[in-house]
Nanobody, 116 residues
Framework: QVQLVESGGGLVQRGESLRLSCAAS????????MGWYRQAPGQVRELVAS??????NYAASVQGRFTISRNNANHTVDLQMNSLAPEDTAVYYC???????????WGLGTQVTVSS
């Protein structure tokens, strides 16, 4: 059974940092494209960052502030978020995908709130 469990969310002030972590079980993240998505109230879920092999990909809104990394030994995928702003407030979800012949997996999400 595949599980993705997010942790590390919380309430911070503008300019502060948070580090989110996604612990994967039932899959080896090294063989999957791992991503972080977010969904703010009333908004569609959007891709924040993903990593496939060693190549990260970032949304323009977080480029230069967020860093995604993968620890293959621990089966975790982290998202370091710096210079947080109120518009980063959302529920952040971990995602694993591997092409059309495999199911896609989601975690339950972790809330990030940035106050001004």
């Amino acid at each position: 059974q595949v599980q993705l469990v997010e942790s590390g969310g919380g309430l911070v002030q503008r300019g502060e940092s948070l580090r989110l972590s996604c612990a994967a079980s039932g899959i080896a993240p090294s063989a999957w494209t791992m991503g972080w998505y977010r969904q703010a109230p009333g908004q569609v879920r959007e891709l924040v960052a993903s990593i496939s092999g060693g190549s990260p990909n970032y949304a323009a809104s977080v480029q230069g502030r967020f860093t995604i990394s993968r620890n293959n030994a621990n089966h975790t995928v982290d998202l370091q978020m710096n210079s947080l702003a109120p518009e980063d407030t959302a529920v952040y979800y971990c995602n694993a995908r591997r092409g059309i012949f495999y199911p896609q997996y989601w975690g339950l999400g972790t809330q990030v709130t940035v106050s001004s």
